[in-house]
């Protein structure tokens, strides 16, 4: 974890100064640079605490940065937001957990061909620095999450709105030729040492392991989507596992950027919905699998999610909101909220896995710089 802590901070000061750079040898008629950094911390101390509780410290640091390249009829836009926060809980499992872990970059450049209408060329990349894990005490906490697994690929090509009003930047983009590249990649060598952490966990429990156990590979591809059903000569349905899923659809997105003395605020919304039919509806090939005695894991939990759930009209959504205060010149108030909800990705809770509205929301208090 110090690893990845001094990584992201390296990450920051040198994603500044390069822009800072370019910003002093260009110019700044042409280049805007602006952004925040921060750093939120708490603590909990509990003596004799009669409704409970554990003592523990939070920490969470973060960058947001906006650079802008705008002259005559070139805008060149770039948005790189990052954080990572971990907490220290006084128990006797699990003391040092994970509360929050991202990277998303993204940039657009466009031709103005009209007054506030730009022809545009639009990339980003969505994934994670560490391991995520399902935090339960005194079990197994299985791994749920990886570098590139999931990581989110958009490139596209459309038309982008962009205004000014008294202060508040209004955008809105609309591409029909726009990819996306879901990816769920485990090497060789961390599907085998986390396939053998789990057996070796259930072991010391004293849990039954069946004869196919479980497989970290085989769970984050069906986990996050990048598997396909397919047909088979012998038409019986397959379960195919890739490392990634491309797929060729529509993109939306709009977002608004508003500043007022020492209120920030900053929102983005997106959608994406691919170009495929309906698929190979499953539910009716395995209705008579289903009901046997012993149906596979694979034809029990997963038929309903066949190709069916990346069809067109089926909108993966992304929105996030931001929102900081400078209280003093080091001291500001932040509040970050991100919905998202993507087809494929399934979510277990009560041992139901299906797809979910995902939500978090960060309130902080703590050191920052508004820029």
Known sequence: MKRISVFVVLCMLTVSALYAQAKAETGAKAWTFDGQLGLNAAATSLVNWSSGGNNNVNGLTFAKLHLLYKKDVIAWETHFDTDFGLTWIDQADDQIQKTSDNIKLATKFGWEFHKNWYLTVL???????????????????????????????????????????????????LSPVAGRITTAYVSEAWNKKYTEEYKEAMTAAGKPLPDDYFDFRTDMQIKYGTYKFIKLDNKEPALELRNYRCEFGLSFKGAIDYKYEKLTLRSS?????????????????????IQKEDPTYVYEGYYQYSNLNRQFGRFDIDWDVNVSYQLLKMLNVTLGTHLKYYNGTLIERDGIRKERIQFKSVLGLGLGYSF
């Open 269 to 289: 919304l997106a959608f994406f919905t691919p170009y495929q039919g309906k698929g190979y509806p499953l539910k009716e090939a395995f209705e008579q699998e």
């Open 123 to 173: 990339a980003s990349f969505q994934s994670q620095y560490a391991l995520g894990r399902e935090y339960k005490s005194e079990e197994y906490d299985p791994v749920i999450s990886k570098w590139l697994s999931p990581s989110y690929t958009d490139i596209s090509i459309g038309l982008d709105w962009k205004k000014s009003v008294n202060g508040c930047d209004f955008s809105v983009y």
